[in-house]
């Protein structure tokens, strides 16, 4: 199945028709953005890594019950998936405290939440990608309340399975990025990826706090081998479905 029109290219992929209308090619870039675009660079060999890891996460979780848009990946850094319609609001899932939260709240990086903490936020580059309430979803009219309790009850589902995956690699699932798609019989799906850029992820056979690293933050924060990072989190993915 080759690509035809380029439907759509973003900070990470680039979106492609193919011959049947029901699928779409998605070829993962090398290319690094952080804080909003704001810092640019490239990660060699991200493109690849980045699309095995979630094509392995994807089949996975489909195995457990999780509907994903993904079909198969013809090339390293292709991905077949069903079209879908994204739904315009992003899902951050955090079992620890790390990032924007800790600069919002004062919590202190590194300390576990005493339960997983949903939120959402706006898909929207122009407004940076704002934080929600349920009633400016509502609002804004971006999904409706049957379907975004659809989408809490995945996420925490998603969450529960994953956290089980990465600790049998030895790393811990701190917090990740979701998105959602409905396909044309209206059922919701899991879309876009699961990779060290949508994700971070802790080394548990590390203790220090940059040491331990395994995610876009080595990129964002200037920590330096952020390729063997990646790398890591892919040999450990892949090995899980070599046993």
């Known amino acids: 199945m080759s690509q035809t029109e380029k439907l759509y290219e973003g900070k990470a992929k680039i979106l ?9 090619l998605t070829v993962y870039k090398d290319d690094a953005t952080a804080f909003n675009a704001q810092k640019k660079g490239q990660i060699k060999g991200k493109g690849e890594m980045n699309c095995q890891i979630t094509a392995a996460l994807f089949e996975w979780l489909a195995s457990v019950g999780i509907p994903t848009h993904y079909i198969d990946s013809p090339q390293p850094n292709q991905m077949r998936v069903k079209a879908v319609t994204i739904v315009p609001v992003e899902v951050v899932v955090r079992n620890i405290a790390a990032g924007s939260l800790c600069r919002q709240t004062g919590l202190p990086e590194g300390q ?6 949903v939120e959402y936020y706006y898909k929207s580059d122009e407004l940076g990608d704002p ?6 979803i509502f609002l804004l009219d971006l999904v409706t ?3 975004l309790v659809e989408i809490e009850n995945m996420a925490r589902q998603i969450n529960k399975n994953l956290q089980k995956f990465f600790d049998q690699c030895n790393i811990t699932l701190v917090d990740f990025k979701l998105e959602f798609g409905i396909d044309t019989q209206q059922n919701l799906l899991l879309a876009d990826e699961i990779s060290p850029d949508t994700c971070r992820l802790w080394d ?10 395994m995610d876009k933050d080595r990129f964002r924060k200037d920590l330096g081998e952020v390729e063997s990072a990646y790398q890591q989190v892919q040999q450990r993915v892949l090995a899980q479905f070599k046993k």
């Open 112 to 117: 576990v939440l005493p339960s997983p903490l």
């Open 145 to 147: 309340p049957e379907r």
């Open 16 to 24: 492609y028709s193919t011959e049947v209308p029901e699928i779409l």
């Open 131 to 136: 934080l929600l309430t349920r009633d400016r």
């Open 204 to 213: 548990k056979n590390e203790t220090d706090p940059q040491s331990r690293v």
